[in-house]
């Protein structure tokens, strides 16, 4: 395996980082991209200038020694793109989340163990250093434990109708909060155990969203880790156009408060003394690829798995779930 062969299925804007990232990392060389919007691949291959393009993925996971596969698709074609790259021999970083359902997501992640590939999930959060950070912080003791990690936000309707659709994107709640369950179990170290939550959907009708089926898009909820600790996670990406709301990101400890912004995280101890880790903006896309790259050549763990797409897809739907139910929804070990 001297030369790392990938194919990109997708060339949106996550395909198109992907693709870009490949071709700086040593030892990849991307032989394809595919997108049934020809001129979406075509444009990348001519940028990059790569040997070939196809409207049609399974074109490009016919040539031959293929190595790493990156799926960047809207959501809906995960599972089917997926398992077709791991049929062809490919290594898999899909982008997240891992699927719509989990029953897709099972699938997936045994094809991976059966045919003897690596899958992992674009859960590229765990390579920022914010979140390395709180993770390191966290871990020392300096907050104090449980600790309470938050995060606030609203958001305009998204401009891709796919994300909003139920059975395109699976709306914000998959689409979304995927991200902080998962860098809450690297934060706080543990699994999660229970979800409570209440949501609306304010995009019902809405003229940006021509023939979506949109999902819950504004939400508040609590996911109890078993650590004790709580991500507490409100958002809305249904806001009408040009509104959006203060966002807040901070961790609360019983020792002190973390407080984070783009590239700094703050620590404020007892009498209001701080102490700036700074400088902390990463490429977290290009680390998250190089790492998948390394993992496949050493034959290493991937950051993260299958298992993890699972877990944060199922506190997506317990989320759900505990929306239209009223009550709090128990997790099951994945
Ligand atoms: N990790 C992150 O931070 C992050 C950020 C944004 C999006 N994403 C995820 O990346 C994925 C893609 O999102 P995006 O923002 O690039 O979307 P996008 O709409 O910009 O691009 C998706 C592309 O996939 C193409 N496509 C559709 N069906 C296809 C198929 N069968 N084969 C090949 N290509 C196909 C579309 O034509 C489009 O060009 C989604 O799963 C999304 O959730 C991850």
Redesign the pocket.
């Known amino acids: 395996m001297d030369t790392l062969r990938a194919v990109v299925?997708?060339?949106?804007?996550?395909?198109?980082?992907h693709a870009r990232n490949w071709a700086q990392i040593r030892g990849v060389e991307v032989v394809a991209v595919?997108?049934?919007?020809a001129l979406?691949?075509e444009g990348l291959a001519k940028e990059l200038g790569l040997p070939n393009f196809f409207a049609?993925?399974r074109e490009a996971l016919a040539l031959p020694d293929l190595h790493l596969a990156s799926?960047?698709?809207?959501?809906c074609?995960?599972h089917?793109?997926t398992l077709a790259a791991l049929d062809a021999g490919c290594h898999v970083l899909?982008?997240?989340?891992l699927a719509l359902t989990l029953a897709e997501g099972r699938e997936m992640r045994k094809r991976a163990e059966t045919a003897g590939r690596k899958l992992a999930v674009?859960?590229?959060?765990r390579f920022m250093g914010q979140v390395e950070t709180v993770a390191n912080l966290v871990h020392s003791g300096r907050l104090g434990r449980p600790v309470m990690y938050r995060h606030v936000s609203g958001w305009e309707i998204r401009p891709?109708p796919?994300?909003m659709d139920g059975h395109m994107?699976g709306g914000p709640l998959i689409?979304i909060a995927c991200?902080y369950v998962d860098q809450c179990r690297v934060i706080f170290g543990a699994e999660p155990l229970r979800v409570k939550a209440a949501g609306m959907l304010f995009s019902r009708g809405a003229p940006e969203l021509p023939g979506a089926d949109p999902q819950l898009d504004t939400f508040t909820l609590t996911v109890e880790y078993q650590s004790g600790d709580v991500l507490a996670l409100s958002m809305s990406w249904g806001l009408p156009l040009g509104v959006g709301s203060d966002s807040l990101e901070d961790c609360l400890g019983p020792r002190g408060l973390l407080k984070i912004t783009a590239d700094t995280v703050t620590l404020l101890t007892r009498g209001g003394t701080a102490e700036v880790f700074g400088n902390l903006g990463t490429d977290?896309?290009l680390r998250q690829q190089q790492a998948f790259a390394d993992a496949v050549r050493g034959d290493l763990p991937v950051a993260a798995d299958a298992r993890d797409g699972l877990i944060a897809l199922q506190v997506s739907l317990a989320a759900i779930e505990s929306i239209e139910t009223g009550e709090a929804v128990a997790l099951e070990a994945m």
């Not at 299925?9 to 980082?17: E, W």
């Not at 674009?122 to 959060?125: I, V």
């Open positions: 299925i997708g060339a949106g804007n996550l395909g198109t980082v595919a997108d049934p919007i979406r691949a049609d993925y799926v960047a698709t809207p959501t074609f995960h089917e793109c899909c982008e997240k989340p674009g859960f590229c959060k891709k796919w994300i994107g689409d991200h977290m896309y």
